[in-house]
């Protein structure tokens, strides 16, 4: 003890202090540190509501952006398969064009070809009546140069009796 009155210690006054001390601490903790652990109770519920609240906002929006992915991969399977359909008929199109061109080429060949030959025998013709008005004219020409009258005449004589004969 005297060891604490060389330090100048007073008893009374340490205990009057320890049981201000003790009766403070009692108080705060009845009305402060309850209502402090209240609120920090209640902090951390909400923060615990909003990360939770987060974590759903983060599966939704995963579920969002794979259904997202899911339509574009659909649209796009889509939108090849019109393309696909489109070149095929396209193809179909234009072969069906091809055709209906060759043939109505075959058909104007054949026209053609006909009216061609047509006027091959149109020309033959004409070439014929040339030669034969032209075979007349020269006969005719010949014999009038070679026969003489009365020769002509026996002839002319001869052919309507010719004639006569076959009726």
Do not use: C, P, W
């Amino acid at each position: 003890m005297e060891f604490f009155r060389a330090l100048h210690v007073d008893f009374k006054l340490v205990i009057v202090q320890a049981a201000g001390f003790l009766i403070v601490l009692y108080l705060l903790r009845r009305y402060l540190f309850s209502t402090i652990l209240d609120l920090l109770k209640a902090r951390r519920e909400e923060i615990q509501d909003t990360y939770d609240k987060s974590e759903r906002h983060h599966e939704e929006a995963a579920n969002l952006k794979a259904e997202y992915e899911k339509k574009v991969l659909e649209a796009e399977d889509e939108a090849e398969q019109k393309l696909t359909a489109a070149v095929k008929e396209a193809k179909t199109l234009g072969t069906e064009i091809v055709e209906n061109s060759r043939q109505e080429a075959e058909t104007i060949k054949q026209k053609a070809q006909e009216t061609l030959e047509l006027e091959r025998k149109k020309a033959a013709a004409e070439i014929r009546n040339q030669v034969v008005n032209l075979s007349m004219l020269a006969t005719e020409r010949l014999i009038e140069q070679t026969v003489s009258k009365d020769k002509a005449e026996q002839l002319v004589d001869k052919f309507i009796e010719d004639v006569e004969g076959l009726k």
